[in-house]
């Protein structure tokens, strides 16, 4: 999984968001360091909608009260929470070997 | 703005419809943020923005690529569609279940054939050696072209010269089969092994399983006795134990230690099943050329310079001994020296069982394409009412598939049989190290070609047939009148390819069986019927000087004499037909002295008791055979020879009779004593010793006192079945010494039987083919007259009102369809004629225009086209108008 669509993905875990505000997210999620611009995205967005790990909130009693009808909520279907934990999961993995590897050098080395 | 607006045009449209004020909001907000802080923010904002939309296209285009296969039918419906396809398919090809089976059955038989000649090929040529590299290895040996020997075998003193100055070769070895007398508790077993050099398993690059290679020493002149033993001796004889080495094995009487294990992989050439070393010594020059050679070129080294590197080296023996260079070595790849004798066999066998499985598949159009102009009507329907071209296309190729699966199977399942059964017939004649098992490749083999013919000869039909307009088909179809003339054209082409090809392979493996037939009635110069022959292998420790061997064969002879049966015991050094030889040099009494150039043939050597002749049935042309005094005076005295017709007209041309001439062994008189003369005391008629298919060389019986201890084979006429005597003969021989086994026990006839298999096996699988592809033609022709004759029902209803009587119908119907059939049998006996020539070398003599041949196969082909036609035919002259005209 790409780090921007696993990004996308933790900021819909907290709560259903529009475009804009989920690049915003991310980009307080990544401290600064992953910045969304508008094609990249809606390019994400649409891919991660059709491989269903998230929907488009069609039911106007979900939207936040003072958000305009034009813009198009996301929130993380249930494929998508199993597959956000699934990564996360991985990525811990792979940082404990990292880690368990890495230390005796780091101590040794000047 | 409006140039963001512009920028994002480069989007892809479907991104942009959906989100484009999305992201113009987002590209505005962002812009007023970055004006705040300053035009060089703004500035770094719009380069972001231009970098987002390009980085964008590539992924998008990617992806709409991906999804272009996909686009229309949502998913769950394409796999409803896939699994009605397959049901839809069923559903037909078990309603028409005689066309199905056709087909299958005749996809099974072409595809079956063909496996069963493509694992042949596979074994012999493309299943790579169990070595490491093994494209490196190469065979080396020596040529003599004025021996008349295209091999003579390797000299050991040659082979250390080479092994010496050679720079090409990794390592060079020599090897040598040898039978051993193996003690058991029992007595002694015969087991096949091989004296190899030090080198030997290092050239094929192999180590041993367990123990050691043979060192420096071990091969060398009187070096210690020790032993390499096989796997499977390893196993049978000590369990498999690793104690193994160390231990003793009395090997043709002599105590021999086992030093290593080497493995299965190191059985080369085949049935190898232990190793000696060879012991040669590089400093004796004996005028023995008897090794083969095998060596590992290293990286990079081609044949050629190996070849040039070989003859550079051997100039050390050209300045030495070989002034005249008689002998030149060679090397050549190892594939090509073993499969030698199959290159012509196997594209012979590979051509024909190609043409069948294109008669096959001409056959299977001819069907499919038959199938698919009748559904016409349904085809055009469906289209009418909707469904997409590709739609109707998908269902016939999964109709197709589904066929050709079955066939593909069931073919494999013949090829299995046949091939097993093919082995089983060819006992010796397969080269050992082949094997003939399924794997990966025959199984790719498989379905490529079951796929591949369903696609090129079942699609491309139903498109044919499908290429006419909607409304055409329909119309055509509905009237149920002849079909249109496009594809009436295609599948006559296909009978007359078929037909064609049919006569093609009928006529070749007519040529074939006819060659068979020739060698079979060759006459072999000598009776083979009622005579049993096997081999002693006296060790020459029990047998040290020649009187003793003698005197040991005479108490052999005598004891066999007392079976019940036999009527005559001979011996003799080789046996005809047995795979042996031991040439030599003969000059006559009174020869000019020989020329550089002159040719000096190679002579085959015999050794004969005087009962030899007459239990081997030999025919004498004049004068007599041995009687017991000939060569009673042993190598030291003048004596007496027996020669062949092909002797006299080398040695003598031209000359009345060679009775009383005088001769001498070697090429020139010895240079220490005085020569001793052998005069020719009778002639015999030649004898095919090399096989039925050989040339014969001209050869010579020298009496048994000369050379005692040469003669080992044992041959007994027999008054009946010689197979009945063998087990009293074993007896016989246990009596006279226990430790000494005999082997190679076989009649004279099977000898023949052997020396023929491989033609055999080839002549009949040719036969078996052109009976298959008549077969195929038959159905094939049958299929498509019937198929016309049922679409122009209408037709000779309209006829048959008209007044034309049924035997009009019935020969009006013949006479297009014996055209077509005739057509092709003539393009195929043309043909044949040409494809003849290239088999020319197995055809044994026969020419390849036999008269009697392609009149056969002309006969037997249109009277198979008349059969085919015969019955269409004759339903056509039954058609009643009535019925025929109110069809529809």
Not at chain 2, 361 to 367: F, G, I, K, S, Y
Not at chain 2, 792 to 804: D, F, H, K, Q, S
Not at chain 2, 817 to 824: D, E, K, R, W
Request: overall charge positive; charged content about 20%; glycine content about 8%.
């Amino acid at each position: 999984m790409k780090t921007r669509e696993y990004l996308i993905l933790l900021a819909l875990a907290e709560a259903d968001l529009h475009g804009q505000a989920i690049a915003r997210a991310v980009q307080d999620l990544s401290e600064g360091r992953t910045r969304l611009w508008p094609v990249s995205l809606y390019g994400t967005l649409e891919s991660l909608e059709e491989s269903g790990l998230i929907e488009e909130l069609d039911d106007p009693r979900h939207r936040p009260a003072d958000e305009s009808e034009k813009k198009r909520f996301y929130r993380l279907t249930r494929v998508g929470h199993r597959a956000l934990v699934t990564e996360t999961d991985r990525l811990a993995a792979l940082v404990k070997v990292a880690r368990s590897r890495l230390k005796p050098q780091a101590g040794g080395v000047k | 703005m409006k140039a963001y607006r512009l920028l994002l045009r480069l989007v892809p449209r479907r991104l942009r419809e959906k989100h484009g004020a999305e992201m113009e909001a987002m590209f505005r907000a962002e812009l007023a943020a970055a004006r705040e802080r300053g035009a060089l923010a703004a500035a770094a904002v719009w380069l972001h923005a231009i970098a987002d939309v390009c980085g964008a296209i590539p992924r998008n285009v990617l992806d709409q690529w991906r999804r272009r296969g996909r686009v229309g039918i949502p998913r769950e419906r394409r796999s409803i569609m896939f699994g009605s396809d397959i049901r839809y398919a069923w559903r037909s090809l078990t309603h028409q279940r005689f066309g199905s089976l056709l087909v299958i059955g005749m996809l099974a038989l072409g595809i079956g054939s063909t496996v069963a000649v493509f694992s042949l090929v596979n074994g012999l040529f493309l299943r790579p050696f169990p070595f490491p590299e093994p494209e490196r290895l190469v065979y080396v040996n020596e040529t003599a072209p004025k021996w008349d020997l295209e091999m003579t075998g390797i000299n050991y003193q040659d082979y250390a010269t080479w092994r010496r100055d050679q720079k090409v070769f990794e390592a060079i070895a020599l090897y040598s089969p040898r039978a051993f007398n193996v003690a058991t508790d029992e007595g002694a077993d015969r087991t096949t092994g091989a004296s190899v050099t030090m080198d030997f398993i290092k050239v094929l690059g192999l180590q041993p399983v367990i123990g050691r290679n043979f060192t420096q020493e071990e091969d060398a002149p009187n070096g210690p006795l020790v032993a390499m033993i096989g796997e499977a001796v390893w196993h049978e004889r000590f369990g498999g134990r690793a104690d193994v080495l160390g231990k003793e094995l009395k090997l043709n009487s002599r105590v021999h230690t086992i030093i290593g294990v080497l493995p299965k992989a190191a059985e080369f050439p085949g049935s190898v099943r232990l190793w000696v070393p060879l012991q040669g010594d590089p400093n004796v020059h004996a005028s023995n050329y008897s090794y083969d050679g095998l060596a590992r070129l290293k990286p990079g080294v081609t044949l050629e310079q190996a070849n040039a590197d070989l003859v550079r080296t051997q100039q050390a023996i050209y300045d030495d001994r070989d002034k005249e260079r008689v002998v030149t070595p060679f090397a050549r790849d190892l594939r090509a020296h073993l499969t030698r004798d199959f290159g012509t066999v196997a594209s012979t066998l590979g051509a024909a069982v190609s043409l069948l499985l294109v008669v096959a598949c001409a056959n299977v159009a001819a069907l499919m394409l038959a199938r698919a102009l009748a559904r016409r009507r349904e085809m055009g329907i469906r289209l009418a009412v909707g469904a997409s071209r590709t739609r109707l296309l998908r269902q016939l190729l999964v109709e197709n598939v589904m066929l050709s699966i079955a066939g593909g199977a069931a073919g494999l399942a013949i090829g299995q049989w046949a091939i097993s059964a093919l082995v089983a017939s060819l006992p010796d004649q397969a080269p050992a190290w082949t094997t003939f098992t399924l794997d990966g490749r025959m199984i790719a083999f498989t379905i490529g070609t079951s796929v591949g013919t369903a696609i090129l000869f079942g699609w491309a039909p139903a498109l044919h047939a499908m290429n006419n307009d909607v409304r055409g088909a329909i119309a055509t179809a509905t009237a149920s009148s002849t079909a249109p003339v496009r594809g009436r054209r295609t599948l006559w082409a296909l009978v007359v390819a078929e037909f064609a090809l049919a006569s093609l392979m009928f006529v070749c493996g007519g040529l074939l069986v006819r060659a068979y037939d020739r060698v079979r009635n060759t006459d072999p110069g000598f009776d083979a019927s009622n005579v049993l022959t096997f081999t002693i292998a006296v060790p020459g420790v029990k047998t040290p000087d020649d009187a003793s061997g003698a005197a040991f064969r005479k108490r052999v002879v005598d004891r066999m004499r007392q079976i019940a049966g036999v009527t005559e015991v001979g011996m003799v050094s080789c046996a005809p037909v047995s795979n042996c030889h031991w040439g030599n040099f003969y000059t006559a009494e009174h020869a000019a002295p020989k020329g550089p150039n002159d040719a000096d043939p190679v002579i085959l050597n015999r050794v004969a008791s005087p009962e030899y002749f007459t239990a081997m049935g030999i025919r004498l042309k004049e004068g007599r055979f041995f009687n017991s005094s000939d060569g009673i005076g042993g190598p030291d005295q003048d004596s007496t020879i027996i020669v062949n017709e092909s002797f006299v007209q080398t040695m003598w041309p031209g000359a009345e009779s060679a009775v009383g001439k005088r001769l001498y062994r070697g090429s020139r008189p010895p240079r220490d004593g005085p020569i001793r003369w052998l005069t020719v005391v009778g002639v015999t008629k030649d004898l095919k010793h090399y096989g039925l298919e050989r040339p014969v060389r001209p050869g010579v019986y020298l009496p048994a006192p000369l050379m005692p201890r040469a003669v080992n084979t044992v041959v007994l006429k027999t008054s009946g079945d010689p197979t009945l005597v063998a087990n009293a003969a074993r007896a016989a021989l246990r009596e006279v010494d226990p430790e000494i086994p005999a082997y190679d026990m076989r009649t004279m006839d099977e000898r023949l039987t052997r020396s023929r298999s491989l033609r055999a096996a080839y002549s009949w699988m040719l036969g078996v083919f052109a009976v298959m592809a008549l077969v195929l033609a038959l159905g094939g022709s049958y299929g498509v007259t019937s198929y016309l004759v049922s679409q122009r029902t209408r037709e000779l209803g309209i006829r048959v009102a008209l007044g034309a009587r049924s035997r009009d119908i019935s020969s009006a119907v013949l006479k297009g369809s014996l055209a077509v059939v005739l057509i092709g049998v003539a393009i195929g006996i043309a043909g044949a004629i040409g494809a003849g020539r290239l088999l020319s070398s197995l055809l044994f003599g026969v020419p390849p225009y036999d008269a009697l041949i392609l009149s056969i196969a002309a006969v037997t082909l249109a009277a198979t086209g008349v059969m085919a036609n015969w019955l269409p035919a004759r339903r056509a002259a039954r058609v009643d108008p009535m019925i025929s005209l109110r069809a529809d």
